[in-house]
């Protein structure tokens, strides 16, 4: 195992690392008290390259890793990768490994469980319980033990172990261009932008008036941009509650953020107050133009349950059937929409999903599929 602190001595290991087919990386970060996770430690091995790498050292350039991230001849194998993709999208300016093969959703393809822990999976296929005592560190504290770092080394040794037999379970059940399918939206740059003016998205709306979404997506953009810009959490800023106060307030004036709870007092005079003012005023000068356009959802016809009762029985029968984690097929809203339109935009109705349950599931509500009872088994039958 080599503990990297200088430039050339990742440019040396990356050059090994870039002589193997593949290479398992994992990271540890820290994200309790910034926006941005903070990058403490990266893992990768190899074959016979183990190395653990200090992002935090004192002049280290990690441009070699980057570029191996993006060398198209080595696949690179995660664990669960999405959080690590998104620290080395921002860090890296970008890059996003390819090609990708995250060992969670291979597990899934499989028949190993849904959304399955390292931990669990550690143990189902190598037979090893993994040492949990260090998991709670603090990695970003120098020096690191060498019970730390075996630790976190374990996490890549045990997870080149696991890529050969996942790759090849998946070659043998025909699966493999399922998980070419999955990792597209993970290789996907606008999987990890987060532009303010999207930040709305992650609120549930209570409203649907163009003033009050208007306000709304107003005051979420200004709380993102002032998370990222001064690097703290959002909730730092203001909490979710608190954007649903200034939505209903709106306030367009100084003096109208001195009543509110949701800010602290003498927050009027600061410079955040004056750009949320500022955004607030503008979102408001045409509420239609600036609001997002949100459909309206409709409650599903009172007589959709047995369907989607129904639905989801089939559902199980082909995840048992086919040996694959429900979950990875469709979820419980995609079949509440499939049962109230079969032309529902959803993923079981695209790639692979649609060929195993999406047709069968309408071929299903026509009545030309059956569900019958065989020998304490349910199946799916023809029906003439």
């Keep these: 195992m080599d503990f990297i602190t200088t430039t050339e001595a990742l440019r040396e290991a990356c050059a090994k690392l870039s002589q193997e087919d593949f290479v398992a990386i994992d990271t540890e970060f820290m994200r309790e008290s910034t926006f941005w996770p903070q990058l403490c430690l990266i893992q990768a091995a ?54 990708l093969f995250d060992t969670q959703i291979a597990a899934m393809a499989v028949g190993l469980g849904d959304s399955i822990s390292y931990d669990n999976l550690v143990r189902a296929r190598l037979d090893l319980d993994l040492d949990k005592g260090p998991r709670f560190t603090d990695w970003s504290r120098r020096p690191l033990s060498q019970g730390q770092l075996g630790y976190a080394l374990n996490d890549v040794t045990h997870l080149r172990d696991l890529y050969p037999g996942l790759r090849a379970d998946l070659d043998k059940k025909n699966r493999s261009e399922w998980l070419v399918e999955e990792m597209r939206v993970l290789t996907t740059p606008a999987t990890y932008e987060m532009q303010p003016e999207d930040a709305w998205k992650r609120l549930k709306l209570r409203k649907t008036s163009p003033r009050w979404l208007a306000a709304l997506k107003a005051a979420a953009a200004w709380r993102e941009s002032e998370a ?28 109208a953020l001195s009543g509110l709870r949701a800010v602290p007092k003498g927050f009027e005079r600061s410079k955040p107050a004056e750009r949320l003012v500022a955004m607030m005023k503008e979102a408001l000068a045409d509420p239609k133009a600036y609001a997002p356009q949100v459909e309206k959802s409709l409650p599903p016809p009172n007589n959709l349950g047995p369907v989607i009762e129904m639905l989801k029985v089939y559902l199980r029968v082909v995840a048992e059937q086919a040996d694959v984690a429900p979950r990875l097929i469709a979820t419980v809203p995609d079949l509440e929409k499939l049962a109230a339109d079969d032309n529902a935009d959803i993923q079981a109705m695209t790639g692979w999903r649609r060929k195993l349950f999406g047709e069968p599931a309408l071929r299903l509500k026509r009545g030309e599929l059956a569900l019958v009872l065989e020998k304490g088994q349910v199946e799916a039958v023809e029906l003439e």
């Design 228 to 255: 990222q810009n001064r690097d703290i959490p959002r909730n730092r800023i203001i909490k979710d509650d608190g954007l649903y106060e200034l939505a209903h307030a709106a306030p367009q004036s100084l003096e």
């Design 46 to 99: 190899g074959g016979e390259t183990e190395v653990l790498i200090d992002p935090m050292a004192n002049g280290i350039d990690l441009a070699p890793f980057f570029a191996l991230l993006r060398d198209e001849k080595v696949m690179k194998v995660f664990h669960a990768c999405r959080q690590d993709l998104e620290i080395f999208y921002h860090l890296g300016g970008g890059v996003i490994p390819k090609p």
